[in-house]
């Protein structure tokens, strides 16, 4: 069975400083790992997606993710925080297997704060 | 703008009552998933369509049916709705079925129950 853990619910960061959310999967299979992110009021938006191809992938708005197999993360970096960064990110998986769909984790709330 | 459409953005109703919400993917897109979000259990796999043909379920009640027509819209009906059902429930479309697909969200419905 495929899962998602979102380590932490909530990080506060200050502008211009780094973002660390962290992500775990569990797949039975060689899975696909992606990261949305959810604005207040708004739907949510594909920041990067990894399919086995490079281990280190980048997404929009500066954010990227580095799949570790031996750790089964899938951690979302990005250098210098923006006031617009402050969201609600996801980390979901899938296992590429057929009849499976995404399956999201609780969520992780950034602030950031001036 | 995503271009997935969801209607209405809000409707409130009483305990046992039945209602309907409305999708309509982006231009092209085959695929339609329905996700139910709530504080509690965060984001929620329903259902998943593909063409008209049901591709894939997650953790849709017995009370609560989809379909997709042939013109790709699709419609989620939510029956005998209980306190509980109270969510945000968001579609989302894709142009393929496979499960490393980029989704493409709508804005939400609000359900509340009252």
């Known amino acids: 069975a495929q899962s998602v853990t979102q380590l932490d619910s909530h990080v506060s960061v200050s502008e211009g400083t780094p973002v660390l959310l962290r992500c775990n999967y569990s797949s039975s299979y060689s899975p696909s790992l992606f990261w949305y992110v959810q604005h207040p009021n708004k739907g949510l938006q594909l920041l990067l997606k990894?399919?086995?191809?490079?281990?280190l992938v980048k997404g929009i708005n500066g954010f990227e993710a580095e799949f570790k197999k031996s750790e089964t993360s899938f951690h979302l970096t990005k250098p210098s925080a923006h006031m617009s960064d402050a969201a609600e990110y996801f980390c979901?998986?899938?296992?590429?297997?057929?009849?499976?769909?995404?399956?999201f984790g609780k969520g992780t709330t950034l602030s950031v704060s001036s | 703008d995503s271009g997935v459409t969801q209607t209405p953005k809000h409707l409130i109703t009483a305990t046992g009552q039945r209602v309907t919400l409305r999708c309509s993917p982006r231009s092209g897109d085959l695929s339609v998933y329905w996700y139910q979000q709530s504080l509690d259990q965060g984001l929620q796999f329903l259902i998943q369509?593909?063409?008209?043909?049901?591709?894939a379920k997650g953790n849709i009640l017995e009370r609560f049916s989809a379909q997709q027509f042939p013109d790709l819209h699709s419609e989620l009906n939510l029956s005998s709705l209980e306190l509980g059902d109270s969510a945000l429930y968001f579609c989302?479309?894709?142009?393929?079925?496979?499960?490393?697909?980029?989704?493409?969200f709508g804005s939400g419905t609000q359900l509340s129950v009252l």
């Open positions: 979901v998986v899938s296992d590429n297997q057929a009849g499976t769909a995404l399956i």
């Open positions: 369509y593909y063409n008209g043909e049901e591709r």
């Open positions: 989302a479309s894709s142009v393929g079925w496979g499960s490393n697909e980029k989704l493409f």
């Open positions: 990894y399919t086995s191809a490079a281990t």
